[in-house]
């Protein structure tokens, strides 16, 4: 059942405009409105999902072989250990990534608090 | 700026899963029809703030033994931007008249079937 053309009232009630809690004043002062901005949300939400993946240590990977675009030559330490390994690759990404993020917040909301880790980009001129 | 601070913190806890509480009773759920209509209508709405990855709403036994998460629905997006949204967007509304509360649930937790929590 639940198909065939039966007509049902879903059971959400309608999106009724929720209690708005109403922030004092001066509080509106301190906020700006500007952490509900969708962007900043948005951009905020793709930072705090790239900190989990750096912090969780898990294997970061491009996808399965084959999918993959060819590795770039490899370059080795002194040791003749492989310093540009995929992981290595894939967390450089995740690294540039992030700090782009931060630095869009930042144009954003000028009072924003970068991580200490942030490394602002040089200004080249 | 608080809120910014806290959002970086590592084990901060915005999830990809969503549980919902407050929203459904037993009894709803023992009837099979009604059970679906409830697994349609979440799927219908909570789809709205992003794609859904996996709708669990645990049932009573029918030999009466206790069901983890019992009038729970655990709702899994695709990523945590869109289980935002749908915290934002769900809590507080009504669901067949209750108020439904909605809370980040642990992915882990999640993933391991347990309900519990």
């Known amino acids: 059942s639940g198909t065939g053309g039966r007509k049902r009232k879903s059971r959400w009630a309608d999106d009724e405009p929720k209690p708005v809690i109403q922030l004092p004043d001066f509080m509106k002062d301190f906020t700006g409105g500007i952490e509900f901005d969708p962007e900043i949300q948005a951009l905020n939400s793709r930072l705090l999902e790239i900190s989990r993946k750096l912090q969780s240590g898990m294997l970061l990977d491009d996808g399965p072989e084959g999918a993959r675009s060819p590795s770039p030559e490899p370059i080795y330490d002194n040791m003749g250990v492989r310093i540009n390994t995929r992981e290595y690759r894939a967390r450089e990404k995740l690294n540039r990534e992030r700090q782009e993020i931060i630095s869009q917040i930042i144009k954003k909301n000028p009072a924003f608090k970068p991580p200490a880790d942030y490394r602002p980009p040089k200004l080249h001129k | ?117």
């Not at chain 2, 009773?25 to 709405?45: A, F, G, H, N, S």
């Open chain 2, 1 to 117: 700026i608080a809120l910014q601070r806290f959002m970086l913190q590592p084990g901060a806890p915005a999830t990809k899963v969503l549980c919902l509480t407050e929203v459904v009773t037993p009894d709803e759920l023992r009837d099979d029809e009604d059970y679906e209509d409830i697994v349609e209508d979440m799927r219908t709405e909570c789809g709205k703030f992003g794609t859904l990855t996996n709708v669990v709403i645990p049932r009573p036994n029918p030999n009466g033994e206790p069901t983890p998460g019992l009038g729970k629905v655990f709702l899994e997006y695709v990523d945590v931007e869109s289980a935002t949204k749908a915290r934002q967007g769900l809590n507080g509304r009504k669901f067949g008249g209750n108020q439904v509360v909605a809370v980040f649930y642990s992915e882990n937790k999640f993933s391991e079937g347990d309900y519990d929590g």
